[in-house]
């Protein structure tokens, strides 16, 4: 298996140390694979892909990397189609996150939540719901298998956006792998009696992680704010003659602040999902059973 790599037997051994065998992947076609994102332009193959369990091993992982002059790159859950994660370089190490999906702290009284960047936004959620809270931002379309570091990675907007806006808004600090492998907490938890209940301890270093698509540091642990869950959500949907109808309106439902997410389909990609055999009346049958069966991100 180590010929399908061109990294010496010691590097891979090194990697191996870090994380275990069962969690370093050298197979060809599984890098392939983990290095392609959905939008299926080519790309570089990642040389090697760990998939480490907590902040210590990434840590370590980046190290090795660092001091064998190997460009890293960090996966979530590989919902990404802007070559997001994709490597641009050759002898890449890519970084597989999945495995870092842990809940570590609900603390309800301080209204924040730390988890893993692992961790799916649907995992996050339903844990929270426990709890009668969610985050303000909880999730893009895909939350079924994207990940927290990956949103914030992305700056995604989606669900909750209509009132709370994206993701790096409700992040309140960070833990970040720097890219010697340094650990670097943002946000007050870095005091050493703090905890993790407020951003802007300092400088706002908490702003410069986000919507950097991994490029400043990898995303290891986040702390996201918490609101009330709540009680009733309604939905409803409309048809309009022309894109500029339906953007006018959702200019103004924006404004007024009415809607916790407000989206709508363009003709383009319509057309385009009609082309692959998906009609708009289907897909929005789909939408309606996700909304009156379990509703939001749950149902998706």
Same mark, same amino acid.
């Given at each position: 298996?180590?010929?399908?790599? =061109?990294?010496?037997?010691?590097?891979?051994?090194?990697?191996?140390?870090? &994380?275990?065998?069962?969690?370093? &992947?050298?197979?060809?076609?599984?890098?392939?694979?983990?290095?392609?994102?959905?939008?299926?332009?080519?790309?570089?193959?990642?040389?090697? &892909?760990?998939?480490?369990?907590?902040?210590?091993?990434? =840590?370590?992982?980046? $190290?090795?990397?660092?001091?064998?002059?190997?460009?890293?790159?960090?996966?979530?859950?590989?919902?990404?189609? $802007?070559?997001?994660?994709?490597?641009?370089?050759?002898? =890449?190490?890519?970084?597989?996150?999945?495995?870092?999906?842990?809940?570590?702290?609900?603390?309800?009284?301080?209204?924040?939540?730390? &988890?893993?960047?692992?961790?799916?936004?649907?995992?996050?959620?339903?844990?929270?719901?426990?709890?009668?809270?969610?985050?303000?931002?909880?999730?893009?379309?895909?939350?079924?298998?994207?990940?927290?570091?990956?949103?914030?990675?992305?700056?995604?907007?989606?669900?909750?956006?209509?009132?709370?806006?994206?993701?790096?808004?409700?992040?309140?600090?960070?833990?970040?792998?720097?890219?010697?492998?340094?650990?670097?907490? $943002?946000?007050?938890?870095?005091?050493?009696?703090?905890?993790?209940?407020?951003?802007?301890?300092?400088?706002?270093?908490?702003?410069?992680?986000?919507?950097?698509?991994?490029?400043?540091?990898?995303?290891?642990?986040? $702390?996201?704010?918490?609101?009330?869950?709540?009680?009733?959500?309604?939905?409803?949907?409309?048809?309009?003659? =022309?894109?500029?109808?339906?953007?006018?309106?959702?200019?103004?439902?924006?404004?007024?602040?009415?809607?916790?997410?407000?989206?709508?389909?363009?003709?383009?990609?319509?057309?385009?999902?009609?082309?692959?055999?998906?009609?708009?009346?289907?897909?929005?049958?789909?939408?309606?059973?996700?909304?009156?069966?379990?509703?939001?991100?749950?149902?998706?």
């Amino acid at each position: 298996m180590r010929e399908q790599t =061109s990294l010496s037997s010691e590097a891979v051994e090194q990697f191996i140390k870090a &994380v275990g065998s069962a969690n370093v &992947v050298i197979d060809e076609v599984a890098r392939k694979l983990l290095s392609t994102d959905l939008s299926f332009q080519p790309g570089e193959i990642a040389d090697i &892909v760990v998939c480490p369990a907590d902040s210590k091993e990434l =840590s370590t992982c980046v $190290t090795i990397a660092a001091s064998a002059n190997m460009p890293v790159v960090a996966r979530g859950g590989g919902m990404s189609y $802007t070559q997001g994660y994709q490597p641009e370089l050759p002898g =890449s190490l890519l970084v597989d996150l999945r495995r870092m999906d842990r809940v570590i702290e609900i603390n309800t009284e301080d209204m924040y939540v730390t &988890v893993q960047s692992g961790c799916t936004w649907k995992k996050l959620y339903e844990a929270l719901l426990e709890h009668d809270v969610r985050t303000p931002y909880f999730g893009p379309l895909s939350g079924m298998y994207a990940t927290v570091g990956g949103a914030l990675s992305q700056n995604s907007l989606f669900l909750g956006s209509g009132l709370y806006n994206t993701t790096a808004e409700s992040a309140l600090g960070l833990t970040i792998i720097l890219a010697d492998g340094a650990i670097l907490q $943002t946000g007050s938890a870095a005091h050493k009696n703090g905890q993790p209940f407020y951003r802007h301890f300092g400088p706002d270093m908490t702003g410069i992680f986000t919507a950097d698509t991994g490029a400043f540091g990898i995303k290891s642990e986040a $702390t996201l704010r918490l609101i009330e869950a709540p009680e009733v959500t309604l939905f409803m949907s409309f048809g309009f003659d =022309s894109l500029e109808a339906m953007l006018h309106t959702q200019t103004i439902l924006a404004r007024k602040r009415i809607c916790a997410e407000c989206y709508g389909f363009d003709p383009y990609y319509n057309k385009s999902f009609e082309n692959q055999g998906f009609t708009f009346g289907e897909g929005l049958a789909v939408l309606k059973d996700v909304a009156t069966t379990e509703g939001g991100i749950k149902g998706l």
